[in-house]
């Protein structure tokens, strides 16, 4: 009896373990692709506005990105 309760514990342990592990892979990629998102969606909006400090703004936000993530997003031409 005492086998099985050590057993059941261990395994609960383990599976929470490689969850955590798994969930803390998935973010960082997941923050990626979240930011990834966020800055097409300021480049649509800025296509539409055409306003210079926006295009700022967003440019900045892509170097960040750019320097930590994949794939590559293109410098927008601010001219």
């Known amino acids: 009896m005492t ?21 803390s892979i998935g973010l960082t990629d997941y923050s990626c692709g979240i930011q990834h998102m966020i800055i097409l969606n300021e480049i649509v909006l800025y ?6 400090e926006s295009c700022e703004i967003t440019v900045e936000k892509i ?17």
């Open 63 to 79: 170097d960040l990105f750019n320097d930590d993530c994949e794939p590559q997003i293109e410098i927008l031409d601010c001219g």
């Open 3 to 23: 086998f099985q309760k050590t057993s059941l514990r261990n395994l609960i342990l383990i599976a929470i373990g490689i969850s955590i592990v798994g969930i």
């Open 47 to 52: 296509e539409k506005s055409l306003e210079p």
